[in-house]
């Protein structure tokens, strides 16, 4: 019998969907090592914003009021105004067409307004990881990886004194970013990966006033004979990100580097309005590429986030989505490391997670080549897009028996689907006076059903799901979500696992399912 490892899971990259793995797995009573190379990982400036399936993840975790306390009230998802500058003439005001606004508006028990930031994603799941357990260590650079059939050995080396350390994990995830040491050290590529434009992205301090209640959202484009660029709040308040687009005398192809002062000119330009102090905090050259690497998984290693796939800033989805891996993954592995699964689930991962990546790189494509042939309404692009958006956020599909199967049903037909998240829906149930279906999950293996519930509570209580994690679903919501006479089984992921009418069926699924 081999030696039982140092580590349950290590953790490499110690970013927001590191981090927000290694919390994971906590949740789920796995301790994991998180590390990273830089010592000054938790320090960086506010750069991505979350999407609310990542609210709801968070959320699932019990962090429902720290990200109140935490979060910051922006504008509706996808919501723009286009203005010949910051403080200028508004040109167009864009965002979702009515009928999707109103899906997003309703979708989710988190306020659809709500939003954090990627160090603040960083925060909570720091603390919460290591309130559960587990362990984060900065400064810390993978130097060596040996996979084996029952472990992954890894060598490490801690930056600051040279001293090296050699340690065994059960799994290893790679969570590194887009240049993966880990995806390199296995010799797995990303064959695909396009670059579609190269941009220039400024973080800064300036007080702008009241101007993201005169715009109605945090997301402003501007366009004038200066400069095409974005103003993006980062805190509802001071805190800034600028997307530089485009500009006179931008080269034609390749990053170009902006000196300090020609950063704070187009600015300035952006903002209308050269008097108003600026502290640039950074500003950085950067490819927007597309591509998924060729595999996420080698054994018992598996790469999440950027070092599995890649994409544009438009769309925002991009850290979302590697949180989202991590989730995925986390219960998986949890369940394997506790032997209620057999190593055959975490099989699912790779297809599961393609599947959704799929859906986020179309939106990132879409819509930044949208925006750089944009000349007028943005309405247009919104309206080409929607899909793409809500698909990528939230709505995708897991292929059955990991078969791609096309691109899905329309997310306003937001019914009851296997492979499908479960819907959001507020019921009056006792002795709460109202809650989402989405906490009747929480993270736990869950029964549905819209009869009967003493027969399916008797059948599924010799499988492990105790009365409390077996609902019965009354009208309207039985008849609005298509459940009819089925029972419906939903993974700790909150997504349907199975819809059936029998017990043996029920049973059949959990087994394949766990």
């Known amino acids: 019998m081999p030696d039982a490892p140092d580590v349950p899971v290590l953790v490499v990259g110690a970013g927001p969907v590191g981090l927000s793995t290694g919390m994971f797995l906590a949740h789920w009573g796995v301790r994991p090592l998180v590390v990273d190379k830089r010592p000054d990982a938790m320090a960086a400036v506010p750069r991505a914003s979350t999407s609310l399936r990542t609210l709801e993840l968070f959320r699932a975790m019990g962090l429902g009021a720290a990200l109140e306390r935490e979060g910051w009230e922006g504008g509706m998802p996808m919501r723009t105004v286009f203005k010949d500058s910051g403080l200028g003439g508004t040109l167009h005001r864009g965002g979702l067409p009515p009928r999707y606004a109103r899906l997003v508006e309703d979708c989710s028990p988190v ?19 290591r309130r559960r357990g587990g362990e984060v260590r900065l400064g810390v650079r993978l130097v060596g990886l040996t996979p084996g059939d029952d472990h992954v050995r890894a060598r490490l080396v801690d930056v600051a004194t040279g001293e090296e350390s050699e340690i065994t ?14 995806r390199t050290r296995l010799g797995i590529t990303m064959p695909d990966r396009t670059v579609i434009d190269h941009l220039n992205t400024a973080f800064y301090r300036a007080d702008l006033g009241p ?26 308040r001071d805190q800034w990100a600028t997307h530089i687009l485009d500009h006179p005398g931008k080269p034609p192809a390749g990053p170009s580097e902006l000196t300090e002062d020609a950063t704070l000119a187009l600015l300035r330009s952006a903002i209308g309005d050269a ?7 950074a500003v950085n050259a950067w490819e927007a590429a597309i591509g998924m690497a060729s595999a996420f998984r080698q054994g018992r290693v598996f790469l999440a986030g950027d070092a599995a796939h890649v994409q544009s800033s438009a769309g925002g989805l991009g850290m979302n989505t590697g949180i989202q891996d991590g989730h995925n993954l986390a219960w998986k592995l949890a369940a394997v490391l506790h032997g209620r699964s057999a190593p055959t689930l975490l099989d699912g991962y790779e297809p599961e997670r393609r599947a959704a990546a799929r859906a986020s790189l179309a939106l990132s494509r879409n819509l930044l080549q949208g925006y750089q042939a944009l000349d007028g309404d943005p309405n247009d692009l919104y309206d080409k897009i929607a899909v793409d958006y809500l698909r990528g956020m939230m709505f995708y599909g897991y292929p059955p028996h990991g078969i791609a199967t096309g691109p899905g049903p329309d997310p306003l037909d937001d019914i009851v689907r296997p492979g499908h998240r479960f819907p959001h829906r507020w019921l009056n149930t006792p002795p709460h006076s109202r809650i989402s279906t989405l906490d009747l999950i929480g993270s736990r293996w869950t029964l549905f059903t819209a009869a009967d519930l003493p027969r399916w509570r008797a ?25 009819g006479d089925d029972a419906v089984l939903v993974r700790p992921d909150g997504f ?19």
Not at 218 to 235: E, G, I, P
Not at 459 to 482: C, F, I, M, N, W
């Open 169 to 182: 994990a059960g799994y290893l995830i790679g969570a590194d970013g887009a240049k993966s040491d880990v």
């Open 275 to 281: 008097t108003i102090p600026i502290e640039l905090q």
């Open 459 to 483: 059948a599924a209580a010799p499988l492990g799901l105790t009365p409390q994690r077996v609902h019965k679903l009354g009208a309207p919501h039985a008849s609005d979500l298509a459940i």
């Open 211 to 236: 101007v993201q209640r005169d715009w109605g959202t945090h997301v402003c484009f501007v366009r004038n004979d200066a400069v095409y660029a974005t103003l993006m709040s980062k805190n509802g």
């Open 111 to 129: 306020p659809p307004r709500l939003v954090l930031t990627h160090d603040q994603v960083q925060r909570l799941a720091w603390e919460e990881l």
């Open 496 to 514: 349907v696992a199975w819809r059936g009418t029998t017990e043996e069926a029920l049973r059949a699924a959990l087994r394949e399912g766990r």
